[in-house]
Nanobody, 125 residues
């Protein structure tokens, strides 16, 4: 299994970015999560989506600003990030698990067994 994250960049506060995570190699139902890691901080959960794409969960810090969605035909999961803040600056990682996790399980980093390479998001004026 491979996960390829893209779409990061430099954006001003209040701006938007859309991250993409293209997966390959999954042979059955799978869940996708986005985590982020800022300098000096632990990796933290951002958002997750179950196999059908209709069940999603978010960290409180991004709820109402970020939207996770998936296109199973294209094996792609998106993270639309609006109203970005400087504290959103981090390396963003997409991660996958080769089973359909329950919503609470999407938040747990140890539930995932495949990781992409990360994409840098910098929010600064």
């Amino acid at each position: 299994v491979q996960l390829q994250a893209s779409g990061g960049g430099l954006v001003q506060p209040g701006g938007s970015l859309r991250l993409s995570c293209v997966s390959s190699g999954f042979t059955s139902d799978y869940s996708i999560g986005w985590f982020r890691e800022a300098p000096g901080k632990e990796r933290e959960f951002v958002a997750g989506v179950r196999r059908r794409g209709t069940s999603t969960v978010y960290a409180d810090s991004v709820k109402g600003r970020f939207t996770i969605s998936r296109d199973n035909a294209e094996n792609t999961v998106y993270l639309q990030m609006n109203s970005l803040k400087p504290e959103d600056t981090a390396v963003y990682y997409c991660t996958g698990r080769d089973r359909d996790l329950i919503l609470s399980g999407l938040r747990v980093v140890s539930n995932y067994n495949y990781w992409g390479q990360g994409t840098q998001v910098t929010v600064s004026s």
